[in-house]
């Protein structure tokens, strides 16, 4: 599964944006603000959706950060007096734009060219003993594959994806069950979360990769 940061400050094209991603098969992390979009960057999305004009400052300005955070795509959202942004914005190693207002299928499928262009070929991902290869969908503690269920696998794909930042069990539901429609409780995900636990942590009780963040989600990793 793919991630995808949306930096856009209209609330309702935002969470537009990303209900038709989500629906399409991708993670989606969202902010509302320069700074915040500065935070997902930090965790190297596989590409990010950028509106050019942001409450506090220019959406170029994750574009140069972008390229520093490891060659992430950007696809700029620009309203149509911002033309001459936009240009700024392919000098700045834009990989494409998209003037407002557009329909979601066009951008979709911008989203999909850029994402082949780009070849983001899934990395494997490795932390002290855990390794899990996101193409195939494998995980492995050392030399030992580990048999996962579809939402354990997500689950943890979820949390390595977000290394080192907070996952609130709220986006866990969003991204996770509300995505395949069914409406759960959110004890659901500490279940889950446990059985996940018992298959990868050295001592479950005294986890090491996925931490508890009191009274707001999980962290992976330090
Ligand atoms: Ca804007």
Redesign the pocket.
């Known amino acids: 599964m793919h991630t995808i940061a949306v930096v856009?400050?209209?609330r309702m094209l935002n969470e537009a944006l990303a209900r038709m991603l989500q629906k399409n098969g991708y993670q989606v992390t969202r902010a509302h603000t320069l700074a915040e979009g500065r935070k997902l960057a930090a965790g190297g999305p596989d590409l990010m959706i950028v509106?050019?004009?942001?409450?506090d400052g220019e959406?170029l300005d994750l574009c140069r950060m972008a390229r520093r955070e490891g060659e992430i795509p950007v696809l700029f959202?620009t309203?149509r007096d911002e033309e001459a942004d936009m240009l700024r914005a392919f000098d700045c190693g834009a990989d494409d734009y998209l003037v407002k207002p557009f329909s979601l299928p066009v951008l979709l499928k911008h989203v999909e060219a850029i994402l082949r262009r780009s070849g983001r070929e899934r990395r494997t991902f490795r932390y002290q003993e855990l390794t899990v290869d996101f193409d195939r969908k494998q995980v492995f503690c050392g030399e030992e594959p580990v048999r996962l269920t579809a939402r354990e696998y997500a689950l943890l794909e979820l949390l390595v994806r977000n290394q080192g930042r907070v996952v609130t069990r709220k986006l866990i539901l969003q991204q996770i069950w509300d995505a395949e429609g069914s409406f759960v409780e959110e004890n659901t995900v500490n279940v889950t979360l446990n059985r996940l636990r018992k298959k990868i942590e050295p001592d479950p009780s005294s986890p090491v990769y996925i931490r508890n963040v009191f009274g707001m989600g999980y962290t992976f990793g330090k």
């Open positions: 856009e400050d209209d509106d050019i004009g942001l409450p959406g959202l309203a």
